[in-house]
């Protein structure tokens, strides 16, 4: 199942990089701004998604999993939000792609789109962790059903903002879903025993 979610994660990522420049998906991206125009209480999701909340939400999850004794865990959520960070602006850096044309404040490149890749990585890392560690595994598909609806809509608040275009939010919710999907993989196949 996990190698399922990592390769349609890395394919979606791929999709995106690949054709975002293509006349049809050009003609997609823009006749997202006007589906989305009625959604704009989702512009209070952009909060949640910002780096400051994540990093944030890193170190108490960390501080969390140390207090529980999980240190392999906790080194995974560091490696895995602390290399997100890095990769999604080499990323940017590498494809240089413009953001749309509209006034929303923002400045750098677009694709990929960070509250997309930040938001999928840290709330379904912390979801995995409540359930492996924290022990709320009678509750698990409530717990990812929230951390990924959750990731959607911040990811989506930035499409409604008009600092992203949609493939830019496609590419950085199936990066960040391989990312993560690796990285639980990494830390069930890593981890010596229960005690890690």
């Given at each position: 199942m996990l190698q399922l979610g990592i390769f349609l994660g890395i394919t979606l990522f791929v999709f995106c990089l690949l054709h975002y420049k293509t006349d049809w998906v050009m003609e997609l991206d823009n006749q997202m701004f006007p589906i989305l125009e009625p959604f704009q209480w989702l512009i209070?999701?952009?909060?949640?998604?910002?780096?400051?909340?994540?990093?944030?939400?890193?170190?108490?999850?960390?501080?969390?999993?140390?207090?529980?004794?999980?240190?392999?865990?906790?080194?995974?959520?560091f490696m895995t939000v602390g290399g997100a960070l890095i990769l999604t602006e080499w990323i940017k850096a590498v494809v240089k792609r413009d953001r749309p044309p509209f006034e929303h404040g923002q400045n750098g490149f677009s694709f990929i789109s960070g509250h997309a890749m930040y938001a999928i990585i840290f709330y379904l890392l912390t979801?995995?962790?409540m359930v492996e560690v924290g022990g709320y595994k009678r509750h698990k598909y409530y717990i990812y059903a929230i951390g990924i609806i959750l990731s959607i809509l911040i990811g989506i608040s930035r499409v409604v903002e008009k600092a992203h275009y949609?493939?830019?939010?496609?590419?950085?919710?199936g990066l960040g879903l391989a990312v993560t999907l690796l990285?639980?993989?990494g830390y069930r196949k890593t981890k010596v025993?229960?005690?890690l």
């Amino acid at each position: 199942m996990l190698q399922l979610g990592i390769f349609l994660g890395i394919t979606l990522f791929v999709f995106c990089l690949l054709h975002y420049k293509t006349d049809w998906v050009m003609e997609l991206d823009n006749q997202m701004f006007p589906i989305l125009e009625p959604f704009q209480w989702l512009i209070w999701f952009d909060y949640l998604g910002r780096g400051a909340i994540i990093s944030t939400g890193a170190i108490l999850l960390i501080i969390y999993l140390l207090k529980k004794r999980k240190m392999f865990a906790s080194i995974t959520v560091f490696m895995t939000v602390g290399g997100a960070l890095i990769l999604t602006e080499w990323i940017k850096a590498v494809v240089k792609r413009d953001r749309p044309p509209f006034e929303h404040g923002q400045n750098g490149f677009s694709f990929i789109s960070g509250h997309a890749m930040y938001a999928i990585i840290f709330y379904l890392l912390t979801c995995y962790m409540m359930v492996e560690v924290g022990g709320y595994k009678r509750h698990k598909y409530y717990i990812y059903a929230i951390g990924i609806i959750l990731s959607i809509l911040i990811g989506i608040s930035r499409v409604v903002e008009k600092a992203h275009y949609f493939t830019d939010f496609l590419g950085g919710f199936g990066l960040g879903l391989a990312v993560t999907l690796l990285a639980i993989h990494g830390y069930r196949k890593t981890k010596v025993n229960s005690s890690l």
